[in-house]
């Protein structure tokens, strides 16, 4: 059984801010304080795992050191079937050193090329770290295909291309609320609530 989560401080271990809005929005029915790592100033580690559950630990355990206080971190990506499951790990450095996903989505574009194939899904990995070195993580996905032109300014990263199952819209043209109700981190969110903040 899971840990229960009862501390009065919580570590969004990102620096990504995009990210960190959608975690504090999914932590505000609970009583706690949420700040992120980059209002902490805590370094940005280099994400050298090889899964997305490596790099999320490693972002968590890195952010617990920094801080002394428990955290949460997600590692989340795109991986698209047609081209073999990239960027995957590397969706961010996909987007250069600048951060921006127009690059990376003309990118998987380009790579895609013809390819009918245009399935992808989205995957989040969080990772919920104590400073005594417990940890508990969970995965979300969603599925759906890529559109191009990209459609839609609201969200970020991949969002503009990519159309859930079951939607005519795609992420970057969804409802802030609808997506936070079905994406990949609200998939992995309700596995963590389930197992750590919700009473037995």
Request: net charge negative; hydrophobic share 40%.
């Amino acid at each position: 059984m899971a840990r229960r989560f009862a501390e009065p401080r919580l570590v969004v271990a990102s620096h990504n801010e995009g990210k960190v809005v959608e975690i504090a929005d999914l932590l505000a029915p609970f009583s706690m304080e949420a700040v992120s790592a980059g209002q902490l100033d805590l370094p940005e580690p280099e994400e050298t795992g090889d899964t997305f559950l490596a790099n999320a630990i490693l972002k968590a355990e890195t952010a617990v050191r920094g801080s002394g206080l428990p955290c949460l971190a997600d590692d989340s990506g795109l991986a698209v079937e047609g081209l073999n499951g990239d960027p995957g790990l590397y969706s961010a450095r996909w987007a250069g050193p600048d951060r921006d996903f127009k690059v990376a989505m003309d990118l998987v574009q380009e790579k895609l090329g013809d390819n009918p194939n245009r399935r992808a899904y989205f995957i989040s990995v969080l990772t919920l770290a104590w400073p005594d070195g417990h940890l508990e993580s969970f995965e979300g996905r969603i599925y759906g295909d890529l559109v191009w032109p990209p459609r839609g300014d609201k969200g970020f990263g991949y969002d503009p291309m990519f159309l859930p199952d079951g939607y005519d819209v795609t992420f970057g043209e969804m409802d802030y609320a609808e997506k936070q109700r079905i994406s990949h981190r609200a998939v992995a969110f309700q596995k963590l609530i389930d197992g750590c903040f919700k009473e037995p």
